[in-house]
Nanobody, 124 residues
Framework: QVQLVESGGGLVQAGGSLRLSCAAS????????MGWFRQAPGKEREFVAA????????LYADSVKGRFTIARDNASNTVYLQMNSLKPEDTAVYYC?????????????????WGQGTQVTVSS
């Protein structure tokens, strides 16, 4: 089992920045690829970013490429999502997720463990 707890959400103006954190506990963190997903009201959950277990490779949705950065610290069992140049359309509940494979994926069904989510609201 892996337990995930997100933090760092909040209200920010368009153009601003936020950094989300996801603390993991349980099994060996570096064995898991990690991903961030988001879900806006009335919409399906969508992929945002993923990172391999080693942290050596990342993947981004086109909508956030160049604005968001995913990173991880395996020593502290934490994955981060730095979000810059935020737009109102980034408003959503953001979830971190753990994939028991090491490679990372944009496919939601690949992920085995999920956090409870943290709300990000971007005002115009």
């Amino acid at each position: 089992q892996v337990q995930l707890v997100e933090s760092g959400g909040g209200l920010v103006q368009a153009g601003g920045s936020l950094r989300l954190s996801c603390a993991a506990s349980g099994r060996t963190f570096s064995n898991y690829a990690m991903g961030w997903f988001r879900q806006a009201p009335g919409k399906e959950r969508e992929f945002v970013a993923a990172i391999t277990g080693s942290g050596g490779s990342t993947l981004y949705a086109d909508s956030v490429k160049g604005r968001f950065t995913i990173a991880r610290d395996n020593a502290s069992n934490t994955v981060y999502l730095q979000m810059n140049s935020l737009k109102p359309e980034d408003t959503a509940v953001y979830y971190c997720a753990a994939d028991s494979g090491p490679y990372g994926s944009s496919r939601i069904y690949e992920y085995d463990y999920w956090g409870q989510g943290t709300q990000v609201t971007v005002s115009s």
